[in-house]
């Protein structure tokens, strides 16, 4: 039995950022805790703003309900501020995880990418290399970011949206 769910703009799903500000603070609790830098709720708000502007924010739904999040954003890692857009924020319910949300979030958010003006987009990440690599993502390079190694991908050229 497979699962259907939909990718849609956060911007249409305003509702759900009470939600997913949970997520982020569990998930990222020295960025988005009590005493990281962060403020979930804020960086939610810039992600549900705009559908043709960057930053723009998708939610893989469930009906209805929310079971995953990514963002587009102009600039990610202070090092590569050279390179645009970033996939980022990335996050999928553990228990939706394997039954391609997240990869489905990746598509979305190239093929919005495109329809904004860019050919490709960038993602640095620690935990989701696998996933890139599988949705045919290339590695670009390892940096060390906050004293742990981060790798760099590139999306393909093109991807078919979900």
């Not at 039995?1 to 703009?9: A, Q, R, Y």
């Not at 949970?22 to 960025?31: A, Q, R």
């Not at 805790?33 to 992600?47: I, K, M, T, V, Y």
Request: aromatic share 8%; glycine share 12%.
């Amino acid at each position: 039995m497979s699962v259907v769910f939909t990718i849609e703009l956060l911007a249409r799903h305003r509702h759900l950022i009470p939600t997913i500000e949970g997520w982020f603070i569990g998930e990222w609790p020295d960025w988005y805790g009590p005493n990281g830098p962060g403020d979930a709720g804020q960086d939610l708000l810039a992600f549900a703003a705009s559908e043709a502007d960057l930053p723009v924010g998708f939610a893989a739904l469930i009906e209805g309900r929310v079971i995953g999040v990514g963002a587009l954003k102009s600039e990610s890692i202070p090092t590569h501020t050279h390179l645009r857009p970033w996939a980022a924020a990335g996050f999928v319910l553990p228990e939706h995880r394997g039954h391609g949300a997240g990869a489905a979030i990746l598509r979305a958010m190239v093929c919005h990418a495109q329809q904004l003006g860019f050919a490709q987009v960038y993602c640095g990440t620690s935990t989701a290399e696998s996933l890139l690599q599988r949705s045919g993502w290339t590695r670009l390079e390892v940096i060390a970011h906050a004293g742990k190694p981060l790798g760099i991908f590139r999306s393909p050229a093109s991807m078919v949206s979900a």
